[in-house]
């Protein structure tokens, strides 16, 4: 059986979430300030239907040890973005580093 990961899904704040909808992206959820995003993070890492899991660098911060834990499976793939505060300041990932978390194998870019 062969499983066909195709939906792109994002988890963050509830501003961010509502520039995503109005952006096109179908399936898009938010939670409220203070909460954590713990439980909708790992329900989304264990489906088996999600490609590519969209959050703000807010809840990654919040949840880092289960993201790190995500990222050494090669689905989903996560990518950060900034919240409404914007970029927060912090070491970068080149895209190099970026593809080798995800797809385990080093490219020259």
Known sequence: MSVQRTKIVTL???????????????????????????AELTAYANDPDIAVLIITEDIGDKNRVIINRITQKPWPVIVEIPGPDGKKVRESSTLKELVKRALGIEMEI
């Open 12 to 38: 963050t704040d509830e501003i961010t979430a509502l520039g995503l909808k109005l952006a096109g992206i179908g399936e898009v959820s938010s939670i409220k300030d203070g909460e954590t995003g713990t």
